[in-house]
């Protein structure tokens, strides 16, 4: 039977640039396939399962409760959702419309990122406090704690944090300050695994609601993402979610998240609604988080860097071509290679253009391409990838036709 990418025409490609939303997410097991295909077989009570998977995913992050979201993005509107309405009915009602009501995120300006389009899709609005002294050059000060403090008002429904290894200042003083004022933190998380240890770091650290990516280093059915946290937000972030065209008189609420007194102001369909997760992808990403919270990563870890040390021997003593392997830390290992412009005539964004047009596409990422160099990020290379990476990057030297 022929491939069904090509029966499509669609070309498979190498993904040596990471967890990528536009190139697929990550590949999953056959594990997880296996569960999916069984997911598929039966029908059951949506609310019920995201009540399962919910308390499963409160064991691996230590949370109150969890629920599984249509990505991280979705887990930050949730979130935001959550916050902006508690379990008042009536405001759910309203969402995106928040004029009128309390409506305010503060987020400091370096925590700002193209996702936090995802909060505002809530109907909240962002307050930017900060400066970035450190980023700028122009001083040594961070955010100071009564910064946060002042721009918290009657209008403030939560705190935004984007969390990441160097973050500043840390979560626990934005948390501190956020609970002395009666205020949820929300966390995106979404890239920040592994290590592990994160699963229940930044709940550990005083986040109220975190939002973890299903597609990146989990592994999970690609269109899926967590949020963790607080029970009475995942609570209201669920109710939100779920498809409420049934009868209140009829309702059976499955035990745990869900407040049998919403019987009696009963939610129409939610913000969330259109954010639906399927049965087969709760359960992937279901069993793709207990597979994650039982692997090996650093035996992983371990033949990620053996590939990359492969990739880096095969480049060896090409012309114009510099490798240095980057153990990563807790997170996992990259192989840089730096492009001598002036020796090959050709910057390093015209190589990677010159590579997603090989047969196959390959990608590494781009991040420092501005300074010359392509990082390869080995998350999405399966064994043997590292030589048709190196061909395709020989090409693409030789090759100015590509
Ligand atoms: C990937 C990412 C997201 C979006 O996650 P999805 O699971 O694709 O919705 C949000 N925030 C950050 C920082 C990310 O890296």
């Not at 969390?163 to 979404?190: C, F, K, N, W, Y």
């Not at 047009?357 to 501005?370: C, F, K, Q, T, Y």
Request: hydrophobic fraction near 45%; include cysteine; charge should be neutral.
């Amino acid at each position: 039977m022929s491939h069904i990418y090509d029966r499509l025409g669609v070309k498979r490609r190498i993904n040596g640039a990471g967890s990528l939303t536009r190139l697929g997410g990550s590949l999953m097991d056959e594990a997880v396939l296996a569960a999916m295909r069984q997911a598929a077989d039966a029908f059951v009570d949506i609310a019920e399962l995201q009540t399962a998977a919910g308390a499963v995913i409160a064991r691996h992050t230590g949370s109150e409760a969890g629920l599984v979201t249509s990505g991280a993005a979705a887990a930050l509107t949730l979130a935001a959702a959550a916050c902006l309405t508690r379990h008042d009915v009536a405001r759910m009602e309203r969402l995106p419309d928040t004029s009128g009501m309390a409506n305010e995120i503060v987020i400091h300006r370096l925590h700002r990122t193209g996702y936090d389009h995802a909060l505002r899709a809530a109907g909240a609005r962002l307050v930017e406090i900060g400066f970035n002294d450190r980023g700028t050059g122009a001083g040594v000060r961070g955010l100071e704690a009564w910064e946060i403090e002042a721009a918290i008002g009657p209008g403030t429904v939560a705190v935004a944090y984007t969390a990441s290894p160097a973050m500043q200042p840390p979560l626990a003083t934005v948390a501190e300050v956020a609970a002395r004022h009666g205020l949820p933190v929300i966390v995106d998380a979404a890239a920040q695994l592994p290590p592990k240890d994160n699963l229940r770091r930044f709940l550990a650290e005083g986040a109220s609601l975190v939002a973890f990516s299903g597609g990146k280093a989990i592994r999970g059915p690609q269109g899926t993402g967590i949020l963790c946290g607080r029970k009475d937000l995942v609570s209201a972030a669920l109710i939100q979610q779920l498809d409420m065209d049934v009868s209140p008189e009829t309702w059976n609420p499955p035990a745990g998240l869900l407040a049998p007194e919403l019987k009696a102001r009963f939610p129409h369909h939610g913000l969330g609604r259109g954010f639906k997760v399927d049965k087969e992808s709760i359960v992937g990403l279901i069993v793709s988080l207990e597979r994650f919270v039982e692997a090996d990563l650093w035996r992983e870890r371990r033949a990620k860097r053996d590939l990359l040390a492969g990739l880096a021997a095969l480049l060896a003593g090409t012309r114009g071509v510099a490798t240095t392997l980057d153990d990563g830390g807790a997170r996992s290992p990259t192989l840089d290679i730096a492009f001598d412009e002036a020796a090959l005539g050709l910057g390093a964004f015209e190589i990677s253009r010159r590579l997603q047009r090989h047969d196959p596409p390959v990608h590494l990422g781009e991040r420092a391409a501005h300074d010359g160099r392509l990082i390869v990020d080995p998350a999405g290379l399966r064994p043997g990838d590292e030589a048709i990476v190196a061909a395709a990057l020989k090409a693409a030297l030789a090759n100015s036709k590509l």
